[in-house]
């Protein structure tokens, strides 16, 4: 009785030992999918700006492409 006793305990021993280990990498492995989850939105944001200032410079630029651009007119003195 004694014997089976110490290895029940040794099993549970065994098995909390694993339940911490495990919640400690899951804290850990949580914390690290945080902070990545925050760099991609940051990265996120700042593609979006990116991609609003180029589309803005493209119309722009088109723009300047199709407006008329009239001559200055110099005054030829002969």
Not at 31 to 59: H, P
Request: glycine content about 2%; overall charge positive; proline content about 1%.
């Amino acid at each position: 009785m004694e014997s089976a006793c110490v290895t029940i305990h040794e099993a549970l021993k065994t098995v909390i030992d694993s339940q911490t280990h495990y919640r400690l990498r899951e804290a850990q492995d949580r914390a690290r999918a945080e902070d990545l989850n925050s760099r991609v939105s940051y990265w996120s944001v700042g593609e979006t700006i990116a991609l609003f200032v180029v589309s803005f410079s493209q119309v722009l630029l088109l723009k300047s492409f199709f407006t008329e651009k009239r001559p200055i007119n110099r005054a030829v003195h002969s």
